[in-house]
Nanobody, 122 residues
């Protein structure tokens, strides 16, 4: 399974950005999926997760109400819609896939994309 994340770039505080993750090699419907991020000098952290069917989602409290995770298994694609971004959202964002149910721990995810950088400025 290969994951290709895209959509990063420079945004200003309060703006929106949508990240995409395309799955290849196997049907995305086989996997729970998620987004993690790593800010400069900080540990990687969970952002959001979505079940294989898309019927269940979970976000970290810091982004709840601002970020929305979604997926389209017919097109093997997952998204992270980021609204009202803040300076602290600056990070490299990674998409991930898990053979088990979606989770918040990074050691539950077997497959990782290369990351896409989001830089938020005033």
């Amino acid at each position: 399974v290969q994951l290709q994340a895209s959509g990063g770039g420079s945004v200003q505080v309060g703006d929106s950005r949508r990240l995409s993750c395309v799955v290849s090699g196997r049907p995305s419907s086989n996997y729970g999926m998620g987004w993690f991020r790593q800010a400069p000098g900080k540990a990687r952290e969970f952002v959001a997760a979505i079940s294989a069917s898309g019927g269940g989602t979970f976000e970290r409290p810091a982004v709840r109400g601002r970020f929305t995770i979604s997926r389209d298994n017919a097109n093997n694609t997952m998204w992270l819609q980021m609204n009202s971004v803040k300076l602290e959202d600056t990070a490299v964002y990674y998409c991930t896939a898990s053979n088990s149910a979606f989770a918040t721990r990074d050691d539950r995810y077997e497959y990782w994309g290369q990351g896409t950088l989001v830089t938020v400025s005033r």
